[in-house]
């Protein structure tokens, strides 16, 4: 691989390969007023326009030890989930409901910028942000996953890990953790009174009951004038604020939060009710246009 990498490097001219070599040292050294000569000509690093999103793909089904499963790709980004069933009591305040746990891990083998150890603050906030959106939008009643009210309900562990990091990490694991749940196929369970236990059906699998199925749309604002779809793992540490628009499969919305400085004014001096319109307007529009094909049908590896 080395040898190769080398041989390709020497096959360009020198001029080129020196060129290449200051740009990449620029970026290093100052990577705001980098970011912010792609962006005065109206492109970005990686080469797509402002408004522009990532290629997307969505595998189901890969791993055979889960309930369900889903390997999505948003660019470079890739997340895994597996979804995990077990059997419990339900609370006492609440009887007739199971119990939905979501969890994000961002491991050190995924980028550079995560080191070993306990989960990072940034995964744990995304685990929270996850498990709000996933109640927000009732993708799993709860009430469906009740076997006997008071005796048994299931409990759904919906882990997802990214592999590779690339930004925007919000977005690709909500999609891998839908997409795991509408995979998932559990046998199906009746509480016996007399035994007080739960039997599980050895042959018969029956999908979830599910709801509102949410879609995110993050966007990044930058130098308080450009708003940028799918930030990079580059764009981000240089954003003033991210913005995150998730609707449903109906292209309802759902939520709509803001993480940092503020959204500031547009390129036209919009100001943050216009910022966040267009957002919205923009993240309905991806979603009818792409995303709710590859959304909704997946495809198997």
């Known amino acids: 691989m080395a040898a190769l990498a080398s041989s390709s490097a020497s096959a360009l001219p020198p001029s080129t390969e020196a060129d290449t070599l200051k740009a990449l040292t ?91 150890g306990p989960p990072t603050d940034e995964a744990q906030v995304l685990s929270d942000r996850l498990n709000e959106v996933l109640v927000a939008s009732g993708v799993v009643p709860p009430a469906s996953l009740c076997i006997a009210p008071g005796r048994a309900a299931w409990v759904l562990y919906v882990d997802a890990t990214c592999i590779n990091y690339d930004g925007n990490a919000f977005d690709a694991a909500l999609l891998a953790m839908v997409a795991a749940l509408k995979n998932v196929r559990l046998p199906k369970a009746v509480y016996d009174e007399d035994l007080r236990r739960t039997r599980c059906s050895r042959k018969e699998r029956v999908p979830l009951q599910l709801g509102r199925l949410p879609t995110s749309f993050s966007f990044g604002v930058t130098d308080g004038t450009h708003t940028l779809a799918d930030p990079t793992a580059f764009e981000e540490p240089l954003l003033d604020t991210t913005l995150t628009v998730v609707v449903d499969d109906r292209g309802a919305l759902v939520a709509a939060t803001q993480r940092g400085l503020g959204l500031g004014l547009g390129a036209a001096g919009d100001d943050q009710e216009d910022v966040l319109r267009r957002c919205v307007e923009a993240a309905r529009e991806c979603w009818t246009r792409s995303r709710r094909d590859v959304y909704a049908l997946g495809s198997r590896p």
């Open 26 to 116: 620029f970026q290093r050294l100052h990577p705001r007023t980098y970011l912010a000569r792609f962006l005065a000509e109206g492109v970005r690093p990686d080469g797509r326009e402002l408004d522009d999103w990532r290629d997307l793909s969505v595998h189901v089904g890969s791993i055979s030890t889960a309930d369900g499963s889903a390997l999505v790709r948003l660019g470079a980004t890739t997340v895994v989930c597996g979804v995990k069933a077990e059997i419990a009591e339900p609370e006492l305040d609440r009887p007739g409901e199971g119990f939905l746990v979501p969890n994000l891990d961002l491991p050190a083998i995924c980028s550079p910028r995560f080191k070993p």
